[in-house]
């Protein structure tokens, strides 16, 4: 097992450090959580506490910003949306250099409960302009996403899971914003495979077995790894419609407004024909593991399979 994209997230802020003088960090109240504590280790004097006050520490972020910091703004995702407000005016609307960091994002932070769940982030942010969201999968595509966002120039969100992740990319491996990986290809796949499932951020690794699952019961499926959710690769998704029975998309997310939202729109947009299976949230959470919740709700591997292959002509 790898490790939670928040630590990794950590980490590499605290490596980046030194590199970039103009970054500082910015909590509220949640810097054990968030995992920026080995920054504020290194750097005090650019680690900035605001106690429970996320307003004010966005709103700080991008003043910050407008006088030439990079700031990274951290706190849980459900924390973070709540002032959108803030978000809309003061880093999107002025298009302030402003990296927002939400943590524990969706049910698969487990006893939490539902309070603490990001579920409505991505939707929220997707309909701001001028942002970019990324959502990495593992360790490696987390340091990656990471430092090309402290080298961009303008708004980012990054979203980041509470529980550890598997690696599922190798070596090889170079983020490109903006682009899809594919993780599973099958071996001596027909033409049109029976699905090509779109995941991203936790439900990764759980598509990537369902993939194999079925492999092992005659099916053929393809999984893609969307690491950047705005702006969305067009190109994958008219890909995997042409080389595809059924896409489907699989979010630690609400159904609407993520990474389903997204390839719905694109299919829509260029008039592909694709039969499309979101597979999500629509309701809220509840406190358990992890990974029971995501059997209860629909996002385990089994519910994936079958999402994939269900009533096939």
Not at 231 to 244: M, N, Q, R
Not at 260 to 288: H, N, Y
């Amino acid at each position: 097992m790898g490790k939670a994209t928040r630590a990794s997230f950590g980490e590499t802020l605290a490596a980046l450090g030194e590199k970039h003088p103009e970054l500082v960090v910015l909590d509220a109240d949640l810097g054990k959580s968030t995992q920026t504590g080995a920054f504020m280790k290194k750097y005090p004097d650019r680690y900035f506490e605001f106690g429970i006050a996320e307003q004010n520490m966005i709103g700080s972020a991008a003043g910050m910003a407008l006088c030439g910091k990079t700031p990274v703004a951290t706190s849980f995702a459900a924390f973070l949306i709540t002032r959108l407000e803030t978000i809309r005016v003061a880093v999107s609307y002025n298009r302030t250099n402003v990296k927002l960091a939400g943590t524990h994002a969706g049910i698969g932070i487990g006893d939490d409960g539902a309070s603490q769940m990001g579920l409505e982030d991505i939707g929220a942010i997707r309909s701001l302009p001028h942002f970019t969201i990324l959502q990495p999968a593992d360790h490696r595509e987390t340091c990656q996403a990471v430092e090309w966002m402290i080298r961009h120039k303008g708004p980012v969100y990054i979203r980041l899971t509470r529980q550890s992740m598997p690696d599922v990319h190798g070596d090889d491996y170079t983020f490109e914003v903006g682009k899809c990986s594919v993780l599973y290809e099958p071996e001596n796949a027909p033409a049109k495979v029976q699905a090509t499932i779109f995941a991203s951020g936790g439900p990764v690794p759980h598509a990537l077995k369902a993939a194999q699952d079925l492999k092992s019961r005659g099916f053929a499926a393809r999984v893609v790894n969307a690491g950047t959710l705005m702006p969305f690769d067009k190109d994958a998704v008219a890909a995997a419609a042409e080389k595809s029975q059924r896409i489907v998309t699989v979010e630690d997310h609400n159904v609407n407004g993520g990474l389903g939202s997204a390839v719905a729109e694109i299919l829509a947009e260029t008039g592909q024909a694709c039969r499309l299976v979101r597979l999500g949230l629509r309701d809220f959470g509840e406190s358990g593991e992890g990974e029971e919740l995501y059997e209860k709700y629909g996002l385990s591997a089994d519910h994936i399979a079958e999402a994939a292959v269900r009533n096939l002509d």
